[in-house]
């Protein structure tokens, strides 16, 4: 049988339809500088080629004149890494930090205590596999989430018994760490994002470690995700793809799920597809699964050429919930609940991302206010840094620790951060003391990550 590698895009049961879309290439793409005059502009069209390149470059949601100001000052940046460099408008992010976005992906979360009560191994990953798909329906959203603030926080809970806490551990490079468990998982993350700007598209390198421990097997899963890459962030109407593999590892016994994320072609063709197969230790396929990770997945059992075993039918294992009709940001209704306060616990940490006031008012639609606490939240950060050179201190997170592990990933290294079990103490310290007197209204808390308070409050820059 050919091993793991030699079945990507797909071979066997894949290998008709992965050729055909093969022929069609990338998506149409067309310069435009003929007729704007812009070096090094490039505009992608999703649907092919329907449309003129110069006409799809006037769509989106930029003003021209800003439009034209932000893509002089970015062509200097081209070919770097904008994680953090730039300062970007407003009208670009939606009304969520990147510590929300990681919280996205409890929302399937029934789906790990599927995996946690599933005797097969294979199945097993056949769900969880599901689960880590699940988020790309979050991921095709074309708004910016904020960058979080140093010692920002984002805590989740009244959601399938899920106590959810995750912190910006590093601001330079920008690193957020995370930590998810139920009474059927332990989910933890170190993420560092890592982009290139390209001119009117960005790279975005998912620099991480992962980790899923299913509780009844004992087993622990490890995840590499597939890049992704935002087109026409200035000229045209943005949209995103995630083309290269999605692979998951268990690490106790080596078995794995490899699937391919096919790239956008030629009107259309392979968007969204994903195909691939969940392999024992010894590269023997077990299942194949196919879908789109924008919509559903499905799995059957397979034989070890990668056919479809005779008398088995293909079951859906993940399908998108329903979202809301002609949602500004593209919300989903768990989305929304993650900025309510519905999911927020009692005695709120005023760290949460929540109470960030450029967020709170991008949401409420004031985009002046967004911007001008958005500055001020970062001239803060600035001001922190310099004391905390001035006095010749080390940051140190609050709910994680550096481990002095360094993990490799395919697009760099990563310092690895760990929970260390101090927040769970802080709830149950709640929980403990249920006063009623001690209760302050969550939603008047003034946001404060701060290390240092002798600062000026928000209120003197109202």
């Known amino acids: 049988m050919a091993p793991v590698g030699d079945q990507k895009p797909g071979s066997g049961f894949f290998a008709s339809f992965a050729s055909t879309i093969s022929n069609f290439g990338s998506a149409m793409s067309k310069s435009v500088n ?61 009304p ?31 769900y969880t596999a599901a689960w880590f798909i699940s988020l790309y329906y979050a991921i095709q959203r074309t708004w910016k989430p904020f960058n979080p603030i140093l010692g920002e926080t984002y ?11 995750a912190e910006q551990v590093s601001h330079h490079p920008p690193m957020s760490a995370a930590h998810a468990e139920n009474e059927h998982f332990v989910y933890d993350i170190t993420s560092k994002l890592k982009t290139k700007f390209l001119g009117n598209s960005v790279d975005i390198y998912p620099v991480g470690r992962t980790r899923l421990k299913l509780k009844k097997s004992g087993v622990v899963l490890d995840l590499v995700p597939p ?19 999605m692979i998951l590892t268990n690490l106790t016994t080596g078995d794995k799920v490899v699937l391919y994320f096919q790239p956008c072609g030629w009107f259309g063709a392979g968007r969204f597809e994903v195909d691939g197969y969940v392999y024992n230790a010894e590269e023997e396929p077990k299942y194949l699964m196919s879908g789109k990770w924008n919509e559903f997945m499905s799995y059957q059992p397979c034989d070890s050429e990668g056919e479809p075993t005779p008398g088995s039918e293909l079951k859906e294992v993940w399908r998108a919930a329903e979202a809301p009709k002609n949602d500004k940001f593209q919300y989903t209704y768990f989305a929304h609940k993650l900025n309510s306060f519905d999911t927020a616990p009692k005695k709120l940490l005023p760290s949460d991302s929540r109470l960030r006031p450029d967020r709170v008012a991008l949401e409420q639609g004031d985009l002046s206010k967004a911007g001008s606490e958005k500055s001020r939240l970062e001239e803060r950060q600035r001001a922190e840094k310099k004391t905390r050179e001035t006095k010749k201190e080390q940051y ?46 969550t939603n008047s808390i003034e946001f404060n990550p701060w290390q240092y308070n002798d600062f000026p409050s928000s209120s003197s820059h109202a």
């Not at 800003?66 to 200097?76: A, P």
């Not at 805590?155 to 806490?165: A, D, R």
């Open 34 to 94: 003929g007729m704007l005059g812009y070096e090094g502009l490039e505009v992608i069209n999703p649907e092919g080629g329907t449309e003129d390149a110069e006409v799809e470059a006037q769509k989106g949601r930029w003003k021209q004149e800003d439009r034209d100001s932000f893509w002089k000052m970015m062509q200097n940046y081209i070919g770097a890494d904008v994680t953090s460099v730039v300062t970007l408008p407003v009208l670009i992010f939606e």
């Open 96 to 126: 969520m930090t990147m510590l929300q976005k990681m919280a996205e992906l409890m929302e399937y979360s029934h789906l790990l205590d599927l995996a946690d009560e599933c005797e097969d191994p294979h199945m097993r990953l056949v």
């Open 155 to 165: 805590e989740m809970v009244n959601h399938c018994g899920i106590t959810f806490i």
């Open 227 to 245: 890049p992704s890459k935002a087109n026409n962030i200035i000229f045209g109407r943005t949209w995103v793809d995630s083309p290269g593999d």
């Open 396 to 441: 140190k997170p609050k709910w994680f620790d550096f481990t002095n592990e360094i993990g490799s990933t395919p697009w760099g290294d990563l310092e690895v951060y760990k929970y260390n079990g101090e927040y769970e103490k802080r709830r149950a310290e709640v929980d403990i003391s249920d006063s009623v007197e001690e209760e302050t209204e």
